[in-house]
């Protein structure tokens, strides 16, 4: 049998996203199952849902559905672990590395980094106070891109006692405002 730490996941991303979701790294349910977010305790996809971003509450074996509604998914680091504990600096010096380059290859609108620490190992700002929700300048930029929104919500995983289920469910609902503000919401655009 393959262990969990070899069992990486995929990357769903394409150009003209509305949101690119960037975890930390997959868990060991999640790299064992083979599809992001397949810990039950992890509110991922009902977050999806209830926050009206998706029209019903997606299976993690369905993913790849998420390009659909002009969504995309990754992680910071590759590298699955038991725990984010376990992963090392060079870990995340290298997954922010590749993370700049895909995103400036295929610019999304909106970044959403589930977990402050996965924006901070992205962004650099690994000192000061993260504020949660839209970011007030883009990140990632080039000479002939402005770069993307960034949008920070709390870490969904079942393990994270630093903010309520109804605090980190209502994160979602603010980014679908966000997306509604700009004119960007796939399910809002597919309606009109």
């Known amino acids: 049998m393959v262990d969990f730490t070899d069992k ?8 003209d996203l509305a949101v690119l979701f960037c975890g ?3 868990g060991r349910v999640s790299a064992t199952a ?5 810990n039950p305790a992890n509110l ?3 977050g999806l849902y209830e926050g009206g971003l998706t029209p019903r509450k997606l299976l ?3 993913t790849a ?9 990754t992680d910071l680091v ?5 725990s984010s504990a376990d992963l090392r600096e060079e870990d995340y010096s290298l997954g922010a590395e590749q993370f700049v380059q895909m995103v400036q290859t295929y610019r999304p609108r909106v970044i959403c980094f589930n977990g402050i620490t996965a924006f901070r190992h992205a962004s650099g700002q690994k000192k000061g106070d993260v504020i949660l929700g839209i970011q007030p300048q883009r990140y990632f930029s080039t000479q002939d891109w402005a770069g993307s929104y960034v949008f920070v919500i709390p870490s969904t995983s079942g393990a994270n006692a630093s903010f309520t289920r109804e605090e ?4 979602f609902g603010q980014l679908s405002l966000f997306l509604r503000e700009q004119g960007w919401h796939p399910l809002h655009a597919q309606t009109n």
């Open 168 to 171: 980190r469910l209502a994160m």
């Open 78 to 82: 590759s590298r699955p672990t038991r």
């Open 60 to 62: 993690p074996e369905e």
């Open 8 to 15: 990486w996941l995929p990357t769903y991303i394409r150009r």
């Open 65 to 73: 559905l998420l390009l659909d509604y002009h969504y995309g998914i």
């Open 44 to 46: 991922f996809w009902r």
């Open 34 to 38: 083979g599809f992001h977010y397949a």
């Open 24 to 26: 930390i790294n997959p």
